[in-house]
């Protein structure tokens, strides 16, 4: 989902590891720069020139095919959402040499799963307690990320809030750090319940913005009336209201959007609570 941390692990990969390449190139928010006057071939062209070093040569020369599949590099493709972007920069008509390495990151499974056969799929997870914790306070309070321990409990509410997201914990912080007294504390923090914060919303919405109005209504239903009821029932249900749920469904999990959970032998369908919210504040709007 949008705010895990997809592009500062990319980040911090390519870091470490691109000296080990003869070329590399990390290319950010390929979505939102493929949508822009020039498009793809701007894309293409910024690659080209990373790799090569040199000013853009045409892709479709002999001598620039050559050369791009004898070396070895490391390119990153940040934010893809088309099967198109990863076919122009990084499929047959850019072929790289050998132990290259392509890295892609996504909102959405279904897009790489049907551009790269052999591609390892891995889904970024929340942070863990501790860390999500120590990241929020690091926000939060002013003196190096040390908390008062009479706020440690509030802390942790606000954290379990943000689900462990690694963007909301970052946003969400500032917000508490001017904050001098419990009770200020709790007034901000019930405050966000009832209005949430626009720059975490923001994000989140990219990905229902992207949905076609089948699914964009089945992700609304779910969040105002069915997160955690059995997936039959909900796709019975849905079905009766004229949406087309099995491959709706499929489409909204492949977008990071809904989960199926599997517990004592029955499937229920899950959302995260922040998506859950940017839901129902998109109906109430």
């Not at 701007?42 to 095919?65: D, I, N």
């Not at 493709?77 to 198109?84: H, N, Y």
């Not at 997160?227 to 079905?239: F, I, M």
């Not at 599997?262 to 609570?273: A, C, L, Q």
Request: charged share 30%.
């Amino acid at each position: 989902m949008g705010g895990i941390g997809k592009t500062t692990l990319a980040e911090a990969v390519f870091r470490i590891h691109s000296s080990k390449f003869e070329a590399s190139c990390f290319l950010k928010n390929v979505r939102e720069n493929s949508e822009q006057a020039g498009g793809l071939d701007h894309l293409e062209k910024t690659l080209l020139k990373e790799l090569l070093k040199e000013e853009v040569l045409p892709v479709g020369l002999t001598l620039v095919r050559e050369r791009l599949d004898r070396t070895k590099v490391l390119v990153v493709l940040d934010d893809v959402s088309d099967s198109l972007q990863i076919e122009r920069l990084a499929g047959d008509r850019l072929r790289y040499g050998s132990g290259s390495r392509i890295i892609i990151t996504s909102r959405d499974r279904g897009t790489l799963g049907q551009t790269v056969e052999e591609a390892k799929i891995y889904e970024v997870e929340g942070l863990k307690s501790n860390d999500a914790l120590q990241l929020f306070c690091l926000h939060a309070f002013k003196n190096n990320g040390a908390h008062r321990t009479d706020l440690k409990e509030l802390a942790e509410k606000v954290v379990a809030y943000a689900g462990h997201v690694p963007l909301a914990l970052t946003v969400l912080g500032p917000l508490f750090s001017n904050c001098k007294s419990k009770g200020e504390w709790e007034e901000e923090f019930n405050k966000l319940k009832r209005f949430p914060c626009k720059d975490i919303q923001k994000v989140l919405r990219i990905s229902y913005d992207g949905l076609e109005q089948n699914e964009k209504d089945i992700f609304l239903d779910i969040a105002c009336f069915h997160k955690g009821r059995d997936v039959y029932l909900v796709k019975r249900t849905l079905a009766s209201c004229g949406r087309f749920p099995i491959t709706g469904i499929d489409i909204l999990i492949n977008r990071c959007l809904v989960s199926i959970d599997s517990k004592w032998g029955r499937e229920t369908i899950e959302m995260h609570d922040l998506l859950q919210e940017m839901g129902r504040k998109i109906v109430q709007e």
